[in-house]
T-cell receptor, first 110, second 110 residues
């Protein structure tokens, strides 16, 4: 079951914040976040496991509400380098089989 | 040093031909994957191998056949290519859930 990401696209000015949401209709074991720049491979950002923990590095963090089967990715004080398409991948059984959402295209302008 | 490499980077071929894509990882990971990303950027898992053993085999046409000669290599052979096979194919590897993607192979079937 493919997770649903929202919004589909967002445009920011440098320094602004954004939130990208990922929700599933199925119980989740983990949620993974990746960023893909145009013409490049997806790059791992972080993984959140069952337990509702929040993770982050630099100015990008994420939360996972396993009861609601939702995860959110928070980008604060956005930089030009944050531009790209963000994918959430969900794992329902701990098998590392990820089902990816359709992606959220983030554009950060000067 | 490239962690996950794929060859070729571009592949243009005619319908009905057979082609192969090769993938190698030097990270010492046990698990490798093949993903297909279509023109709408939808990223879908096709196969996964753990230490040369097939563990994920999604619903793909049996014209697609993966082969893992050792745990550092995972190849994808495609028979009787069709127009709908045009996409970017990504190889990835992982050890503990974090997946490292190769640069991708853009396959164009004419």
């Amino acid at each position: 079951q493919q997770p649903v990401q929202s919004p589909q696209a967002v445009i920011l000015r440098e320094g602004e914040d954004a939130v990208i949401n990922c929700s599933s209709s199925k119980a989740l074991y983990s949620v993974h976040w990746y960023r893909q720049k145009h013409g490049e491979a997806p790059v791992f950002l972080m993984i959140l496991l069952k337990g509702g923990e929040q993770k982050g590095h630099d100015k990008i963090s994420a939360s996972f509400n396993e009861k609601k089967q939702q995860s959110s990715l928070y980008l604060t004080a956005s930089q030009l380098s944050y531009s790209g398409t963000y994918f959430c991948g969900t794992d329902q059984g701990g098998s590392e089989k990820l089902v990816f959402g359709k992606g959220t295209k983030l554009t950060v302008n000067p | 040093d490239t962690a996950v490499s794929q060859t070729p980077k571009y592949l243009v071929t005619q319908m009905g031909n057979d082609k192969s894509i090769k993938c190698e990882q030097n990270l010492g990971h046990d698990t490798m994957y093949w993903y297909k990303q279509d023109s709408k950027k939808f990223l879908k898992i096709m196969f996964s191998y753990n230490n040369k053993e097939l563990i994920i085999n999604e619903t793909v046409p049996n014209r697609f056949s993966p082969k893992s000669p050792d745990k550092a290599h995972l190849n994808l052979h495609i028979n009787s290519l069709e127009l709908g096979d045009s996409a970017v194919y990504f190889c990835a590897s992982s050890q503990k859930a974090e997946q490292y993607f190769g640069p991708g192979t853009r396959l164009t079937v004419t």
